[in-house]
């Protein structure tokens, strides 16, 4: 495609300036906020020019297209995050591939990628995703669930819990959002003070491409950024 890495790097810097205006309004240093590029839209062509325009932790929702990805942009320096449901059948194939899960939303799922990690002599950074929406398609812990679920992941010696994920509710405006992510950041906040000392729930990653802003003003260590990286060459 004519022009497909200039467009990417212009995307990339559009998004890397908004991040960094973000964290000036909220008085926090850029550095403080991790970009992930949601690649599940675009294939391998435009994966590649996003890596060479310098943005190499991305991410998919779904294992098989991971699976897929990983494999054809083996030769690249990519670091994939899970961050969409992860059936427990899917683990062993996946865990290999990751740098982290930032979608673990049952105790069930972290017991499984506990054990796998185990037999495969990892430790495998996660986050735990919580349903702030309370929608019903949407996986993830109840705000309420978090606390007791703790005590059970800090036993889990193949997990390394490092924060919260959330999406705000699909039907939620500009000011729900704000208060979807400022109330995970507060249960970060309640949690952290008296957690077992193996759980780090340092990361918050909130905030996709209509609202990564406002997740950056409310807390967000890590934004989890697709079409805003692709104007301009998705159909």
Same mark, same amino acid.
């Given at each position: 495609?004519?022009?497909?890495?200039?467009?990417?790097?212009?995307?990339?810097?559009?998004?890397?300036?908004a991040?960094?205006?973000?964290?000036?309004?909220?008085?926090r240093?850029?550095?403080?906020?991790?970009?992930?590029?949601?690649?599940?839209? %675009?294939? =391998?062509?435009?994966?590649?020019? +996003?890596v060479? !325009?310098?943005?190499? @932790?991305?991410? &998919?929702?779904?294992?098989?297209?991971?699976?897929?990805?990983?494999?054809?942009?083996?030769?690249?320096?990519?670091?994939?995050?899970?961050?969409?449901?992860?059936?427990?059948?899917?683990?062993?194939?996946?865990?290999p591939?990751?740098?982290? %899960?930032? =979608?673990?939303?049952?105790i069930? +799922?972290?017991? !499984?990628?506990?054990? @796998?990690a185990? &037999?495969?002599?990892?430790?495998?950074?996660?986050?735990?995703?919580?349903?702030?929406?309370?929608?019903?398609?949407?996986?993830?812990?109840?705000?309420?669930?978090?606390?007791?679920?703790?005590?059970?992941?800090?036993?889990?010696?193949?997990?390394?819990?490092?924060?919260?994920?959330?999406?705000?509710?699909?039907?939620?405006?500009v000011?729900?959002?704000?208060?979807?992510?400022?109330?995970?950041?507060?249960?970060?906040?309640?949690?952290?003070?008296?957690?077992?000392?193996?759980?780090?729930?340092?990361?918050?990653?909130?905030?996709?491409?209509?609202?990564?802003?406002?997740?950056?003003?409310?807390?967000?260590?890590?934004?989890?950024?697709?079409?805003?990286?692709?104007?301009?060459?998705?159909?």
């Open positions: 495609m004519p022009n497909l890495e200039r467009i990417i790097r212009e995307n990339l810097t559009r998004v890397q300036t991040i960094a205006e973000a964290t000036a309004r909220a008085g240093a850029t550095e403080a906020v991790k970009l992930v590029g949601v690649t599940k839209y %675009v294939g =391998s062509e435009i994966v590649r020019a +996003l060479d !325009a310098g943005l190499s @932790v991305l991410a &998919e929702s779904r294992p098989q297209q991971l699976w897929d990805k990983a494999a054809s942009l083996a030769d690249l320096p990519i670091r994939w995050h899970q961050i969409g449901h992860l059936q427990r059948n899917k683990v062993r194939r996946t865990l591939i990751i740098a982290m %899960v930032e =979608s673990v939303d049952s069930r +799922l972290a017991a !499984a990628i506990n054990q @796998v185990g &037999e495969l002599e990892l430790c495998v950074p996660v986050l735990l995703e919580v349903n702030i929406s309370a929608e019903t398609a949407k996986h993830g812990f109840a705000p309420a669930e978090v606390q007791a679920a703790l005590p059970s992941l800090a036993e889990m010696n193949h997990l390394e819990v490092r924060g919260l994920m959330a999406m705000a509710g699909l039907e939620a405006d000011d729900g959002a704000r208060r979807q992510f400022a109330a995970v950041r507060t249960l970060r906040d309640r949690l952290q003070t008296d957690c077992d000392a193996r759980i780090d729930l340092r990361e918050l990653s909130m905030g996709m491409s209509a609202d990564f802003e406002i997740a950056i003003e409310e807390g967000a260590t890590v934004v989890r950024v697709g079409s805003a990286l692709f104007e301009g060459v998705l159909p």
